[in-house]
């Protein structure tokens, strides 16, 4: 059974940095392709940034240059640096294996004008 466990969300100033984590079990971690996720009140979740078994990397546009995904195999954890984060980024954000169906908890982050 697939489990995810989003953590290191948190409230920042606009222009601030977090580093968000996602641990998960379950699967073969390093033949998975992982991403993140957020969500606002009210909008539809959205893809934020993906990274593939053989660690290529994509973002949304909105993120570009600003935050970076990366995974530790060796800990079955995929990363999430958010730099120069803006109010717009305000969400609770979730991770999960790209062909899985399990969502964890996620982890708020509010960024503050």
């Known amino acids: 059974q697939v489990h995810v466990v989003e953590s290191g969300g948190g409230l920042v100033q606009a222009g601030g940095s977090l580093r968000l984590s996602c641990a998960v079990t379950?699967?073969?971690?390093?033949?998975?392709?992982i991403a993140w996720y957020r969500q606002v009140p009210g909008k539809q979740r959205e893809l934020v940034a993906s990274i593939s078994a053989f660690g290529i990397t994509n973002y949304v546009d909105s993120v570009k240059g600003r935050f970076t995904i990366s995974r530790d195999n060796a800990k079955n954890t995929v990363y999430l640096q958010a730099n120069n984060l803006k109010p717009e980024d305000t969400g609770v954000y979730y991770c999960?294996?790209?062909?899985?169906?399990?969502w964890g908890q996620g982890t708020q982050v509010t960024v503050s004008s």
């Open positions: 379950g699967i073969i971690f390093n033949r998975n392709d």
């Open positions: 999960k294996p790209v062909y899985a169906n399990s």
